[in-house]
């Protein structure tokens, strides 16, 4: 068997999984950690105030990232159910399900943090404008994903129906997106790329720094609820039964 | 397994969809009568200014045609799937694809052309201009169908489940999002006589890439719900 089949085979495997990403989680979140840190430090207390939004703009450390994870992790959940549903990998269905809260959970934390910002910069907690519209979309088809999950008594069955939704879902996101902004705009333009007037350097490294930091929450969060998925599914098979025998 | 030709299979489910739906009269006029009673709601709620009225139209006529719609999308595979008709017609041979085209043209057929020949009432009810009366009929011709072709995605992945209906509404109305925009859009432009084909044409590109696509999706979802 040729190396790459054979890791895949192996990747697949639970109790591989299992032992392997017990190994990678503590690193996962210790990086989290230390970029947290360094990211709000710059964010909150070096980075400079903007001229005009003053130290409001510095909300922007956490909603940026936040809503770039948000729609992230719904096209990621489309690709690997895709892959699920195509090549019957178990490990994927789990991975696909396990994605969903986090992804809802950014979706809701740029959400909150978007209209703690508006309300000094635009008067008003909640606006219908376009970018908000389609983020709040964007939690109404996790909320879609998550409660087709759970309406399956069968594990597995639930996880292939979640995810066909979620591929079905991602056609439509892009869909969703450019109807709603052409539809009313009062967000501001991404300030990457383009020819807006860009960033500071100042104000864009804590940004990465957050926007990676927020990467390394979703890798240890999402095999987290993944091991414990499995743990869940597989309550009766050997492998989790000579682990709890182990454990005693 | 003699293999009949796809049009014949075509045919012949869609005959049998109509004389199913003729028989259930009855059950097929509740999601019309659900739409008349919602639009008349409206004018009660906000007052009956002819201004108002005409002013929020657009919205409303789409509106009760989104939810008359998904109140009909429960039914679309439920019964076929209770008594066993679902797996004969998976095991038939024929495509499964092909099947899903064929009850979703049947369910568009019964209901969502009555709420095409419905509209001109509720745009009289509703004080909309006569200027909008034709192209929101263009709309409803146009997005009718998608609603069909999407909503028979969210039918197939709720259809074993005991209680689907109200998770249905959740799963298909965000993806109902874009139509209700390009439409209510459409309409609104026409009445105060800007150019609305942009509009009408976004939403048949829609309608042909759901005609392509969803069928598959709801043949997965079909075949999902029967393991």
């Known amino acids: 068997m040729n190396p790459i089949m054979l890791f895949i085979h192996k990747t697949g495997s639970p109790p591989w999984f299992y032992q392997k990403t017990g190994y990678l989680i503590p690193w996962l979140w210790a990086i989290f950690l230390v970029l947290t840190a360094i990211g709000l430090y710059l964010g909150f207390v070096k980075a400079p105030v903007d001229y005009q939004q003053g130290t409001t703009v510095r909300i922007m450390y956490l909603h940026v990232p936040s809503a770039w994870m948000s729609m992230m992790i719904y096209g990621f959940m489309a690709i690997m159910g895709f892959i699920a549903l195509v090549w019957r990998i178990r490990m994927l269905e789990v991975l696909v399900i396990s994605s969903a809260p986090v992804g809802a959970a950014f979706t809701m934390i740029a959400l909150l943090t978007g209209s703690m910002w508006g309300r000094p910069m635009w008067g008003t907690f909640w606006v219908w404008d376009a970018r908000l519209t389609s983020e709040l979309v964007l939690l109404f088809l996790y909320f879609g994903v998550i409660a087709l999950y759970n309406a399956y008594d069968e594990p597995r069955k639930a996880a292939r129906a979640a995810s066909l939704l979620s591929i079905v879902g991602a056609f439509n996101l892009p869909i969703i997106y450019f109807s709603v902004e052409w539809w009313n705009t009062l967000h501001q333009g991404s300030s990457f790329g383009g020819d807006g007037p860009g960033i500071h350097p100042e104000m864009l490294w804590p940004l990465l720094i957050m926007a990676t930091a927020v990467k390394f929450f979703y890798g240890a969060n999402l095999l987290t609820r993944a091991r414990l998925t499995l743990l869940k599914q597989d309550h009766r098979k050997r492998w989790v039964q000579d682990l709890v025998s182990e454990e005693h | 397994m003699s293999a009949q030709s796809a049009g014949t299979a075509f045919s012949a489910l869609l005959r049998r969809d109509f004389l199913l739906a003729y028989r259930r009269r009855a059950e097929l006029l509740q999601p019309l009568a659900f739409l008349l009673v919602v639009t008349t709601l409206f004018p009660l709620g906000v007052g009956p200014s002819p201004q108002l009225l005409a002013d929020i139209a657009p919205g409303v006529i789409w509106i009760a045609a989104l939810l008359a719609t998904v109140l009909s999308l429960d039914s679309l595979f439920r019964s076929d799937f209770e008594d066993g008709t679902l797996e004969q ?43 909008g009366l034709s192209v929101l009929i263009e709309s409803l011709i146009i997005g009718t169908p998608v609603l069909s072709l999407i909503g028979a995605i969210g039918g197939a992945l709720t259809v074993s489940l005991k209680r689907g209906g109200q998770l249905l509404s959740l799963l298909v109305f965000p993806l109902y999002v874009p139509l209700l925009i390009l439409a209510t859009s459409a309409v609104s432009a026409a009445v105060v006589d800007l150019p609305y084909i942009g509009q009408l044409g976004l939403m048949t590109a829609y309608l042909i890439t759901t005609l392509t696509l969803a069928p598959f999706a709801t043949a997965a979802a079909l075949k999902l719900s029967l393991s």
């Open chain 2, 89 to 131: 017609m998976v095991l038939s041979g024929q495509s499964l694809s092909l099947i899903a085209l064929s009850r979703i043209v049947a369910h568009w057929l019964v209901a969502g052309l009555p709420i095409v020949l419905l509209s001109p009432l509720l745009a009289m009810w509703m004080n909309l201009p006569d200027e």
